[in-house]
């Protein structure tokens, strides 16, 4: 599996972006997917993830009622809006692959796409 991700940008605290992945591969929808970020000098941390099925969902605590992760199986895409925007959700924004569980640990997932610069504004 490929992933691409893209959507990034500047926003001003308490406005919304939406992240895109795009995925190859025929089997895109037998993966979890998820999203992960990385600040400068922080380590890579847990955002979301969604089953393959699109059923279930899970979020860090940071995220929770602001951040909404979907999927589109037949696209091979995987969404991430994020509203209610803070400027310590600045980071380097990643979605990555996994076969099963919903699991947020970084070791975890198989695939990784490039990152996608989200840069909030205060």
């Known amino acids: 599996v490929q992933l691409q991700a893209f959507g990034g940008g500047l926003v001003q605290a308490g406005g919304s972006l939406r992240l895109s992945c795009a995925a190859s591969?025929?089997?895109?929808?037998?993966?979890?997917m998820g999203w992960f970020r990385q600040a400068p000098g922080k380590e890579r941390e847990f955002v979301t993830a969604i089953s393959w099925s699109g059923v279930s969902t899970y979020y860090a605590d940071s995220v929770k009622g602001r951040f909404t992760i979907s999927r589109d199986n037949a696209k091979n895409a995987v969404y991430l809006q994020m509203s209610s925007l803070k400027p310590e959700d600045t980071a380097l924004y990643y979605c990555?692959?996994?076969?099963?569980?919903?699991?947020?640990?970084?070791?975890?997932?198989?695939?990784w796409g490039q990152g996608t610069q989200v840069t909030v504004s205060s």
């Open positions: 990555a692959a996994k076969r099963y569980g919903l699991g947020g640990e970084n070791y975890e997932y198989d695939y």
């Open positions: 591969g025929r089997t895109f929808s037998t993966y979890t």
